[in-house]
């Protein structure tokens, strides 16, 4: 079974609008990593939050740390036709970050 | 752009066969990982290279192997290919606490 899943499964929303996608984990972790993968090509790393840390900026992303709750939130402000993609939350595999686990991923569709 | 390259792009083989897939990792990266993605599904782990030495596996039978070279790059190799084996590889290259960067990955399908 996969330790990350993100909800919803697909989101469709309008240029401009805000889109918030939900990770969820099952074990322990000391970060958590988000990528974005366009058209079934590789993989984008986005942003890694660490353990103690509760919430992170990049640009218009803002990831969000629950390690209570074992969830994470990936907020994509003033969205484009561009962030149209596929995004994924990654946990590592008993330690190390390039050993990951990735859930099953949120499809989103911005429309012009 | 990553500096992760991967090679072939796509690749078509049949049932049976084995087949070798490449990928250059960026410079000063010492992890390599490799990935099966099936259509629709995240990145599964299939194992990491660590100085050239396997540092661990995720569910994968023998039948999948890989080396990793001094220079870094690295090739997984699957033997005796099943139908269920067609899908996204790709390959992630990364200091031991750092990111991963990941390459573009090779498709195969197995017919």
């Known amino acids: 079974s996969q330790q990350g899943e993100e909800d919803p499964q697909a989101l469709s929303i309008q240029e401009g609008e805000n889109a918030t996608m939900n990770c969820s984990y099952k074990?322990?972790?000391?970060?958590l990593q988000w990528y974005r993968q366009n058209s079934g090509r590789g993989l984008v790393h986005l942003i890694l939050?660490?353990?103690?840390?509760r919430e992170k900026h990049s640009g218009r992303l803002r990831v969000t740390l629950d390690t209570s709750k074992k969830s994470s939130s990936l907020l994509i402000t003033a969205s484009r036709a561009a962030d149209t993609a596929s995004y994924f939350c990654?946990?590592?595999?008993?330690?190390?970050?390039?050993?990951?686990?990735f859930g099953a991923g949120t499809r989103l569709a911005v429309h012009p | 752009e990553t500096g992760v390259t991967q090679s072939p792009t796509h690749l078509i083989k049949t049932r049976g066969q084995q087949v070798t897939l490449r990928c250059s990792s960026q410079s000063g990266h010492n992890t390599v990982s490799w990935y099966q993605q099936a259509l629709g599904q995240g990145p599964q782990f299939i194992f990491q290279y660590y100085r050239e030495e396997e540092n661990g596996r995720g569910n994968f039978p023998p039948r999948f192997s890989g080396l990793q070279f001094p220079n870094y790059s690295s090739e997984l190799n699957v033997n005796a290919l099943e139908l269920d084996d067609s899908a996204l590889y790709l390959c992630a290259s990364g200091g031991v606490n750092t990111e991963a960067f990941f390459g573009q990955g090779t498709r195969l399908t197995v017919v």
């Open positions: 990654a946990t590592p595999l008993s330690g190390g970050y390039n050993k990951l686990i």
């Open positions: 939050i660490r353990s103690n840390e």
């Open positions: 074990t322990s972790i000391n970060n």
